[in-house]
């Protein structure tokens, strides 16, 4: 995915989003200013989430990053102005510049 701005799953916009297992990595500009997701958990195969893969989400409140992630991109996560709860697992490694400003 690139620029999902808004997600829509069976023709509702996704709110809560799981990403499975299988993936493995959060791609740059992923989820770019979708602002409709509330919740995102992602799937423990994901081993690096990308620059400004959240960017501009600010109707997420909550992340859940799964141990096995190693890095996390620049911007990651900037202006995410809901996000109130995020978990860091002790397998980051590298942390981009930016990525929960603003």
């Known amino acids: 995915m690139y620029y999902a701005e808004n997600l829509y799953l069976n023709g509702e916009l996704a709110i809560n989003l799981i990403i499975p297992n299988s993936v493995t990595s959060v791609a740059s500009y992923a989820f770019y200013n979708c602002s409709g997701l ?42 995410c102005s809901g996000l109130a709860s995020v978990t860091i697992p002790d397998s980051v490694t590298s942390i981009g510049s930016g990525v929960f400003r603003n």
């Open 38 to 79: 509330a919740n995102v958990t992602i799937g423990n195969g994901v081993t690096s989430i990308g620059e400004r893969a959240f960017f501009r989400c600010s109707g997420l409140t909550s992340v859940i990053i799964p141990n096995g992630v190693k890095s996390i991109g620049s911007l990651a996560f900037y202006g």
